[in-house]
DNA sequence: CAATCAACCTGGGTGC
DNA sequence: TGCACCCAGGTTGATT
């Protein structure tokens, strides 16, 4: 999916483009992807006014006036467009939301994994989101992260990727951030030792960071709230460049392998 | 408790 | 062209 990067970029677009408007009607022809029903989120956000647009984790909250909360996750292939009423169908469209001003965001997902969800308030949100582990550039100190890092025996990097650890992390960044702390992925969390954990905490700041700098990574599916590409995908370090030379330089090749079920690409002469 | 795997669905790429 | 097969930014739930 959309990881932090991709998600934080389209909340901004969003947050830009849509609060002051008020949603009119919800059209769907997937209506699995709307909970807890297509009725009762018609009936709920049908006429209310979009007051704010937040992200945690993976996840984007569409505050209303009238207390309610639209959330969506875009799990791998969602994308969350606005556009002008009348404009050509997007690709893989499922859900409209018609709003006021002649706009509509549109949430398409070729996979129809994601979900966009009615969260009937602050309490019940927090519910929500209270599984998730800390947020990155927030309350994962690094003091919190080697904590997270010395308590768990599994690879690092299913650590860096476990949404109840750390928030917003996803294969793509946790691959590139690995390399650049030079850590291999298999090692069990808990052997880093802490000048090796230090290194990986800034080092997953920094990719995260350049994904954001870069509007998201647009490997296949993403575009942001405009429908624009990102451009993280051109200066990934090891993401999907499997048999590509190392990017620090050391004559060895970028290799993929399968961690936790999910293919990882790592230098294995620097990654130690 | 941890590891593994299937499932949710669809599309793109590759190789025969 | 067709078809089989593999891979995919995520998460959940069942099984071992």
């Known amino acids: 999916m959309p990881e932090l990067p991709e998600v934080e ?3 901004r677009g969003l947050s830009d483009l849509i609060v002051g408007r008020k949603i009119l009607e919800i059209l769907t022809d997937s209506p699995k992807q709307v909970q807890p029903s297509l009725e009762v989120v018609k009936e709920a956000v049908g006429g209310a006014t979009i007051e704010k647009v937040n992200r945690r984790a993976k996840i984007l909250q569409i505050f209303l006036d009238n207390g309610q909360i639209l959330a969506f996750h875009l799990k791998l292939t969602g994308r969350l467009l606005v556009r002008k009423q009348g404009a050509p169908k997007d690709e ?3 859900v409209v939301f018609r709003l006021s001003d002649g ?4 949430f398409a997902d070729a996979r129809k994994f994601g979900w966009a969800k009615l969260i009937g308030g602050q309490a019940e949100l ?3 989101l209270a599984e998730f582990g ?3 550039f927030d309350d994962l100190t690094q003091e919190k992260f080697r904590q997270i890092v010395q308590s768990s025996s599994r690879p690092i990097k299913i650590v860096l990727m476990d949404q109840q650890k750390i928030s917003g992390v996803g294969n793509i960044y946790a691959c590139d951030a690995l390399f650049l702390a030079k850590v291999d992925p298999r090692r069990p969390a808990k052997s ?3 000048e090796e954990a230090e290194r990986l905490y800034q080092a997953l700041e920094e990719v995260l960071q350049r994904g954001i700098k870069y509007r998201g ?5 993403y575009l942001d709230a405009r429908g624009q590409k990102g451009a993280y995908q051109e200066h990934f370090l090891v993401y999907g460049k499997n048999g590509q030379p190392c ?3 050391c004559k060895g090749k970028v290799k993929r392998i399968v961690v936790g079920g999910r293919g990882t690409f790592f230098c294995p002469t620097c990654q130690k």
């Open 134 to 136: 800390p947020e990155p």
């Open 103 to 106: 706009l509509e965001l549109r």
């Open 192 to 194: 880093l030792n802490p």
């Open 126 to 128: 927090e519910k929500l």
């Open 217 to 221: 990574a647009s490997d296949q599916y």
């Open 247 to 249: 990017p620090g330089g």
């Open 9 to 11: 970029t389209i909340r």
């Open 92 to 94: 893989w469209q499922h």
